[in-house]
């Protein structure tokens, strides 16, 4: 969506409250005399392009990240106190978001984002997790409390086993039963390893550990959380999580004789499912077969605009480009949001279940004013501290996240414009995928 600023208005509109405010606060830092030359149009972050198309970013360059940081401050001193946002005055809900140690990897994050509540085997996930923190002790000295990390979890699971099995789902509970079984062979090894004082391998045996706890995590699930409203049933939904392959095929060798690679994505339908239901269709459809990066500017890695004038994917059932409703679960919450924004809602310090805390987070890009603008076109996050600082970044609330890459993401690093996706496909979870039944085309519009 083109604006007539000539500013960065979706940048600006992270530190104020409204259109208005947001078109005041624009004038008066490119205003002519104070300093600063009026940014090109095209220069916009997660937002559209002047041609209307929905962007994840545009040209951010040094200038951008340098002065990131000082947007806020720049804020504060032309607005007044009663037209700031409740995240830029002090306030314990503000000061507890920041305190609080955030989750930054992106298994954990799916991991805590599922709604159950079997509190032994979320022990077990904090023990394992805790060992991440443990290993930063110099030398061997970290064994001691990584050892007990594991002798606790073994613990737990061997005093709480029928309690834990009691929770699975009744046809999961065969999948349940094997996670319990692989995650004792697990903390076996892990035994070994400490026990061989091979710190190296620490990582890696607790890793698989929190793999096969994740999976009994999954076996809770019985059936779908929530019913979705039913404005939305003539859109695809995923009923709960799809597990994605992506190849990536770099236009040249970049870093390390890198040609391309593999990421593995997977994509949270239990928080997110109009919006990973729309993806995982177009994934089905081989939609992004052959498409090229179209975005890559350090700050995200973007794709899935088609060929043409289309800004979207254009449903041949309907004739009109898909539109998916802006949709965000709030931790807590028993339902997403639809159509509003957590700024919109007044909602500013709650944290997404699934928020941008990781790198390759994997959100639906939109137009700038326009929550509900989003269609095909995605974006990958690429973190970076000053722009996106955990648990307090411009984008958690206003876009939305719906999966996490959590195997291959550094290949991101590497993607440009003109790198080609040769494929996406569903590797896992495709059963959970509700597709409606097409209509005949008419003229009326779409959600």
């Known amino acids: 969506m083109a604006n007539s600023l000539g500013c960065n208005p979706c940048l600006h509109a992270s530190f104020v409250g409204s259109l208005r405010t947001r078109k005041a606060f624009c004038e008066q830092r490119c205003a002519p005399g104070r300093g600063s030359q ?6 916009r972050v997660c937002c559209a392009s002047s041609d209307g198309s929905p962007d994840a ?6 200038t951008l990240r340098t002065c990131a940081l000082g947007l806020a401050a720049a804020a504060t001193l032309c607005l007044p106190m009663s037209m700031m946002p409740s995240p830029m005055m002090p306030s314990a809900e503000a000061k507890a978001l920041l305190d609080r140690e955030p989750v930054k990897n992106a298994r954990a994050l799916l991991r805590y984002a599922l709604p159950i509540n079997d509190k032994y085997v979320r022990q077990m996930q904090r023990e394992l997790e805790g060992i991440s923190e443990a290993l930063r002790i110099p030398g061997n000295k970290s064994l001691g409390p990584v050892a007990r990390a594991f002798r606790k979890t073994e613990s737990v699971l061997g005093n709480n086993k029928q309690a834990i099995i009691a929770d699975f789902a009744d046809d999961k509970k065969d999948d349940g039963l094997r996670a319990i079984a692989n995650l004792e062979e697990a903390l076996k090894v892990c035994d070994k390893v400490v026990e061989s004082s091979d710190k190296q391998a620490i990582p890696s045996v607790q890793q698989n550990a929190l793999t096969y706890v994740g999976q009994i995590e999954e ?22 999580r799809a597990y994605l392959e992506a190849k990536i095929k770099l236009k040249e060798k970049r870093y390390n004789n890198v040609e391309g690679g593999i990421m593995k994505i997977v994509v949270d339908g239990y928080n997110a499912p109009v919006t990973a239901g729309a993806f995982v269709d177009l994934v089905e459809k081989k939609f992004y077969d052959g498409m090229e990066v179209q975005r890559s500017d350090g700050l995200v890695v973007q794709t899935g605009r088609p060929e043409g004038d289309d800004e979207g994917y254009r449903d041949p059932n309907t004739g009109e480009i898909r539109r998916v409703p802006f949709e965000i679960m709030v931790e807590g919450d028993k339902v997403p949001i639809y159509e509003e924004t957590l700024e919109d809602v007044r909602r500013f310090n709650e944290n997404p279940a699934l928020p941008f805390n990781a790198f390759g987070t994997l959100a639906l890009a939109r137009a700038e004013f326009d929550a509900n603008s989003g269609s095909s076109q995605v974006f990958f996050l690429l973190k970076e501290s000053e722009l996106t600082p955990t648990g307090a970044n411009l984008l958690d609330g206003r876009y939305a996240v719906f ?21 996406i496909k569903v590797t896992d979870g495709g059963q959970y995928l509700t597709v409606p039944v097409p209509h005949p085309k008419s003229s009326s519009g779409t959600i």
Do not use: W
């Open 38 to 43: 009026r940014r090109p149009q095209h220069q």
């Open 57 to 62: 970013t545009s040209s951010l360059g040094a």
């Open 219 to 240: 076996a809770m699930m019985k059936g779908f959380p929530f019913e979705v409203p039913s404005q939305y049933d003539n859109l695809p939904q995923l009923k709960g």
């Open 403 to 423: 999966g996490y890459v959590v195997d291959g993401a550094d290949l991101l690093q590497e993607c440009q414009v003109g790198d080609v996706i040769e494929y």
